[in-house]
């Protein structure tokens, strides 16, 4: 097992959530908060993507890719958004 296996780290989701969080960027931040997305977009995806595809069964690893990549293009706003929908059903 290699070290960022050991921390929790998939490169392979990693990659796919920085590519979604690039296309998330928009104009006129600065460079602090387009670098904050962009962990943000690579951290979701990386550590939400085997919740999400656990919770919808799916099990082709070219499925699970493609979520990484939309946890990184949605990247902090989107995931507050859909943790603020979840719980809000739930009440």
Known sequence: MSRLEELG??????????FGSIFFIEKGKDLK????AMFGGVASANYLTPVVCEWF?????????????????M?????????????????
Do not use: P
Not at 33 to 36: A, F, G, H, I, Y
Not at 57 to 73: E, P, R, T, W, Y
Not at 75 to 91: A, D, I
């Open 9 to 18: 780290i998939n490169i392979g989701l990693s990659v796919a959530g920085f």
């Open 57 to 73: 069964s799916i099990d082709k690893i070219n499925h699970q890719f493609s979520v990484a990549f939309l946890l990184g293009f």
């Open 33 to 36: 908060e387009t670098l904050v």
């Open 75 to 91: 990247g902090l706003r989107g995931v507050e958004k859909m943790v603020h929908k979840l719980f809000n059903q739930k009440k």
